[in-house]
């Protein structure tokens, strides 16, 4: 079995190796650039002191950078914030494990870590230099890619209403239907973030309905139906029918990914699948493109504020059901430390303990992915459950399109196959899983 870390910075013909050597230095590039182009922003706000912020976070993170391509020591945080010392302590786990004493570097760590680590630094920058403190250096790109993807928005938002007008007393048939589209397009709307294309325009212009039938022999493992069953279960549980169910909705990218994934989460509520809403973001500026929630505000206002009217009657019942609590927004450290998800149990027992009350875990995207499986190179045919090695809070159930060599529970032959026909089938984001795992029940 290999089970060594997936993300081999070391080799140098490797996707992370290159990732490492090509995409995330054209990242801070940027980083740098857009800080730079709103010095008189800074300056308007806050005088000389604003002007100087801007230097020192320039000048840190052009050393970043030059730490990156040399190959030095990845350094401690300095800041104070609240999970520093967690991410000083995961530095210290990962040099326990160098097997050579050498030190923890850029290109000799897992590309997880170093990756996440990458983005923790920037906000290092940001937060070492308060004046700037709470400046989003990824804010324009996702604003950005969410106004070029207002057809496929307004098409998607057209569709809920109409589904939702159109369904008086649907059959258990229609709902599956309908639930399955809006799982599919929340799926592919994972096709759009910012990171893998080091921030250049990825967004959605075509129906994502349409799409759907021609994507769906790019799914590699589809175990809608079980999401399904899951679902219909609790609507037949006791328990559940009295206090409702409960999805909770691992954010990823912002722009037209999070308006798939509040449609889904709109449908779900509206036709009574779900009694509640919760939906997961990440506490700081995130592998370019995520959601923090500042963009779910800003995405929600926007969405309310459409001159297209089905949009904004979306974005008014969004608003609706986050005031009335059927909706809530929640972000954790958790989910911006480089941890594997089974670290959680230890690591975050209060993160844990929240989801263990869920009764359908929705992961959203690739990272969550790798952090799901612990980024391994696992054998094609290891199943999901046991790559997830005793992660296992609620039923759950990722939504990926792949970008990255990691991919777990696939038929013998499959993951030969592909490779021989289109080598680079795990990172060119073609392909795409919904792979489920139900934790048995406690006897
Ligand atoms: O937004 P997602 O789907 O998590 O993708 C993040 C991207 O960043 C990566 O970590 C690569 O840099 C890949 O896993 C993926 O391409
Ligand atoms: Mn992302």
């Known amino acids: 079995m290999r089970t060594q870390n997936s993300g081999n910075v070391r080799s140098s013909r490797s996707f992370a190796y290159l990732t490492v050597r090509d995409r995330l230095p054209t990242i801070l590039t940027k980083v740098i650039d857009t800080i730079h182009r709103n010095k008189n922003n800074f300056f308007e706000e806050h005088g000389e002191e604003g002007v100087n912020a801007e230097k020192r976070a320039i000048s840190f993170l052009s050393k970043l950078r030059n730490e990156l391509q040399t190959d030095k020591p990845v350094l401690p945080l300095s800041d104070d914030a609240e999970d520093t010392v967690a991410w000083n302590e995961y530095m210290q786990r990962q040099q326990d494990m160098m097997e050579d004493r050498q030190p923890v570097s850029w290109f000799k760590s897992p590309w997880l870590y170093v990756e996440c680590y990458m ?9 070492l230099n308060p004046p700037i403190g709470d400046f989003d250096v990824f804010k324009e790109g996702k604003t950005q890619t969410f106004f070029e993807s207002q057809q496929a928005i307004m098409f998607l938002c057209t569709h809920l209403r109409e589904v939702l007008t159109s369904m008086d007393n649907p059959n258990e048939k229609q709902l599956f239907d309908h639930f399955l589209k809006f799982l599919q397009v929340s799926l592919w709307g994972n096709k759009c973030d910012l990171s893998i294309s080091a921030g250049q325009d990825n967004s959605q212009k075509i129906s994502p309905i349409e799409s759907l039938a021609s994507l769906q022999r790019f799914i590699l493992v589809d175990d809608s139906d079980q999401v399904w069953s899951a679902l219909m279960t609790l609507q037949g549980s006791r328990e559940t029918e009295k206090r409702g169910a409960r999805v909770d909705l691992i954010l990823d990218n912002a722009g037209f990914e999070l308006i798939t994934d509040l449609v889904l989460g709109d449908f779900l509520v509206s036709v009574g699948l779900a009694k509640e809403v919760r939906f997961h973001g990440k506490s700081f500026p995130w592998f370019v493109s995520d959601v923090t929630k500042k963009d779910f505000d800003w995405t929600i206002r926007q969405t309310m504020a459409s001159n297209h009217k089905q949009m904004s009657a979306c974005g008014v019942q969004w608003k609706r059901f986050l005031k009335e609590g059927v909706w809530s927004y929640h972000d954790h450290r958790f989910w911006t430390l480089p941890h594997e998800f089974c670290d959680m149990p230890t690591d975050a027992a209060d993160l844990y303990t929240d989801l263990q009350g869920s009764d359908l875990i ?54 030969e196959m592909l490779t021989s026909q289109e080598p680079d089938w795990m990172t060119n984001g073609k392909y795409a899983v919904v792979q489920f795992f139900c934790p048995p029940r406690e006897q």
């Open 119 to 127: 983005y923790r630094r920037i906000q290092e920058a940001v937060w």
């Open 362 to 415: 929705l992961f959203k995207g690739d990272l969550n992915y790798r952090k799901l499986t612990g980024d391994r190179d696992w054998e094609h045919t290891v199943p999901f459950a046991r790559a997830l090695r005793g992660f296992r809070p609620a039923p759950l159930c990722s939504l990926r399109t792949l970008k990255a060599n990691v991919q777990v529970g696939l038929q013998p032959g499959h993951g």
